[in-house]
Nanobody, 129 residues
């Protein structure tokens, strides 16, 4: 069974950059890698969780919904058992807890799961001067 652990958050000044990591435990033994999709979400204080984007291990192409709050300041990529969210030119509104979630599904369906009850610990990003 796969587990997804977020890391890389912290305090950053406006305009700064961060690279968040989602490490997939059990990935090397996983038999259905090509069916796996991993998405990034975030929940800002007082707001609902929202989807940022996703990457599919079938073609390694990232997918960003129109509602992506980070827009072109964020890029999702992967390297073996880790999925990254690189965020540049961070703004105070990017302050949030960031989460990743992975399942054997397609990105468009995974990004609809923002109301799921089960999440990891997430990683906190604070953008402040």
């Amino acid at each position: 069974q796969l587990q997804f652990v977020e890391s890389g958050g912290g305090l950053v000044q406006p305009g700064g950059s961060l690279r968040l990591s989602c490490t997939i435990s059990g990935f090397s033994e996983f038999k259905f890698k090509g069916s796996l999709a991993v998405a990034w979400f975030r929940r800002a204080p007082g707001k609902e969780r929202e989807g940022i984007g996703c990457i599919s291990f079938s073609d390694y192409l990232p997918y960003y919904p129109d509602s992506n709050p980070v827009k072109d300041r964020g890029t999702i990529s992967t390297d073996k058992d880790t999925v990254y969210l690189q965020m540049n030119n961070l703004e105070p509104d990017d302050t949030a807890d960031y989460y990743c979630k992975g399942e054997t599904t397609i990105c468009k369906l995974l990004l609809r799961r923002q109301h799921d009850d089960s999440w990891g610990q997430g990683t906190q990003v604070t953008v402040s001067s």
